[in-house]
C-alpha cells in the first residue's frame, strides 16, 4: 500500500530534474492526521511532535524540499569550501525554537525596529509563550542563565543581546512568521518581522531580507526533535558562514557582506556532503543529520560561525555537538542545480 501512495504521488508530482523531491516523504506528511490545536504549543512538548507530523512545509518542489544528490558540482566548490575552511569542523547550535498557534490566536501590535521598508506588518499572532532564540535548554545548561524565565528573556534583562530571533507557526493556515531582535516591552512586541505562506513557493521581494540575511525563512531548516525520532531529516538545512559574498543566488534574496572574492559563498549557496562519506559509525540522530545533508544539502543562511548548523533549543535531544565536529569543512561540496 505504501509502495502504490509511493506510485501515485510521484505521478502526480513528477517534477523537472532540479526539483525532485521525495514522494514516500510526501505520502507520509499526507496520510499522517493533524491533531486539533486550540492553544499554543511549544515546541519541545509531544503534542508539537504529533502537529509537525502533518504538517506539509512549502509545495513537494520547493527549494527547502529538493532532493540534491545527483545535482553536479559548482565548477568553484572547492575554492568555495576552501574559503570556508577545509579543517574546519561541523557545528550544532541549539538556537532556534519556535511555537505554534491555533487559527484562533489573537493578534497584537508589533513595532518594527529594523529594515522598515523590507518588513511585514502586524499585527501578528504572537503568543505570551513565544520563545526567544535559545530558549529553553541553551539557558538550562548554562549555570549563569538557569535562573532566567521565559519573560526574562523576552524582555532581555540579562541584556545579553544577540540576533534574538523568534519563530510563530500557524500549522492549519499554514502560515509562518518570523521575528529578529525581538523584544518584549511595556508598550508590547518590536523588533523585525516578516511573513511566508507554507502553501506557496513565493520569495521574499528581491533584495529584501528576511529574519535571516538572506532573506530565507528558517523555520523549514531547523533540525527538530522529532524528525530524529523518526530517524530522517528530510529537509534542507540552514548553515552560517563567517564570511559571505556580496551576492545572493535563489532562493535567496538578499546579501550582506562587502566582499567580493568569487572564492566566497553567495547567500543560497547549496553546500551537500559528499556521497562517499560514511556515517555508519555515528549515532542514529547524528546520521539522520548527515544522511539528510547527503540528500537535501544545506544552504547559507547567515553570517556568523563557520558550518554551523541550526538544531531547536529542545531539552529532549541530546547534545549532538561534538559528534558533529568529526565532520569537517573538506567533507562537503557545493552543488548548482542542473539546467
Known amino acids: ?113 529594523q529594515y522598515t521598508e523590507e518588513a511585514d506588518h502586524g499585527p501578528f499572532p504572537i503568543p505570551d509563550g513565544v520563545p526567544i532564540e535559545g530558549w529553553p535548554a541553551f539557558y538550562q545548561r548554562d549555570p549563569k542563565r538557569a535562573k532566567l524565565t521565559l519573560d526574562d528573556v523576552q524582555r532581555d534583562r540579562a541584556n545579553l543581546g544577540g540576533d534574538r530571533h523568534a519563530i510563530v507557526v500557524d500549522p492549519v493556515n499554514r502560515v509562518l512568521y518570523e521575528f529578529f531582535e525581538t523584544k518584549k516591552t511595556d508598550a508590547g512586541w518590536q523588533g523585525y518581522s516578516c511573513r511566508f505562506d507554507l502553501k506557496s513557493n513565493k520569495l521574499r521581494p528581491d533584495g529584501w531580507t528576511s529574519a535571516d540575511a538572506a532573506g530565507l525563512p528558517i523555520f523549514p531548516s531547523v533540525v527538530r526533535f522529532d524528525e530524529l525520532q523518526r530517524g530522517r531529516v528530510e529537509h534542507a538545512l540552514r548553515v552560517t558562514v563567517t564570511r559571505s559574498r556580496k551576492a545572493y543566488v535563489f532562493p535567496a534574496t538578499h546579501f550582506a557582506s562587502r566582499l567580493t572574492d568569487k572564492a566566497l559563498p553567495r547567500m543560497g549557496e547549496r553546500l551537500r556532503l559528499r556521497q562517499d562519506f560514511d556515517t555508519a559509525g555515528f549515532t542514529p540522530p547524528v546520521r539522520a543529520v548527515l544522511d539528510g545533508l547527503k540528500r537535501y544539502g544545506m544552504l547559507v543562511a547567515d553570517n556568523g560561525l563557520d558550518w554551523c548548523l541550526s538544531v531547536t533549543p529542545d531539552p529532549r535531544i541530546a547534545p549532538i555537538h561534538d559528534e558533529l565536529r568529526k565532520v569537517k569543512g573538506g567533507d562537503f561540496e557545493v552543488v548548482t542545480a542542473p539546467r
Open 1 to 113: 500500500m505504501r509502495r502504490l501512495a509511493a506510485l501515485l504521488l510521484t505521478a502526480a508530482f513528477a517534477l523537472p530534474a532540479a526539483a525532485q523531491a521525495d514522494p514516500a516523504r510526501l505520502a507520509r506528511i499526507r496520510a499522517a492526521k493533524m491533531p486539533a490545536i486550540t492553544t499554543p504549543v511549544p515546541f519541545d512538548t509531544p503534542e508539537a511532535d504529533a502537529i509537525l507530523a502533518a504538517l506539509e512545509v512549502f509545495p513537494p518542489d520547493n527549494p527547502w524540499n529538493q532532493l540534491v544528490e545527483a545535482w553536479p558540482l559548482h565548477p568553484d566548490s572547492k575554492a568555495i569550501i576552501a574559503s570556508i575552511g577545509v579543517t574546519k569542523p561541523l557545528r550544532a547550535n541549539p538556537d532556534m525554537g519556535f511555537i505554534l498557534v491555533p487559527p484562533t490566536q489573537a493578534k497584537v501590535p508589533f513595532k518594527v525596529t
